[in-house]
């Protein structure tokens, strides 16, 4: 399957969840869209829970409006393709701004347990 990614600049990110694969495009100077697989996210993830495990690293990183992301994902079911569209986007992001690893590290971290 062919994939088209626009000419403006890029960061390449690739995500692993359970068995899909997805590639993401971020794509710098964006409004904002995100596409997955040639189709809008609102078409491909009919759960609006899909999507904000998707925009998830955007948030944290106040990203949401300025930049646009391509992706392709396979493999595996709704579930973990977001999962993997959200691993694409937080390592792609990471590229984009080393300075980005520690707000995406703190959004998924907990803090070690003690029982005493």
Do not use: W
Not at 32 to 57: A, C, H, W
Not at 68 to 89: L, N
């Amino acid at each position: 399957m062919a994939t088209y990614v626009s000419k403006r600049p890029y960061v390449y990110g690739t995500g692993r969840r359970k068995s899909s694969v997805a590639r993401v495009h971020l794509i710098s100077g964006g409004s904002g869209s995100i596409t997955v697989n040639g189709r809008d996210i609102d078409d491909y993830f009919g759960l609006e829970t899909l999507k904000l495990i998707v925009r998830q690293p955007l948030t944290v990183l106040n990203l949401t409006d300025k930049v646009d992301i391509e992706c392709t994902v396979s493999g595996g079911g709704v579930s973990g393709r977001a999962g993997a569209i959200r691993h694409g986007i937080a390592r792609a992001a990471r590229l984009l701004a080393p300075e980005n690893r520690a707000p995406l590290k703190a959004a998924r971290r907990a803090p070690q347990f003690s029982k005493r």
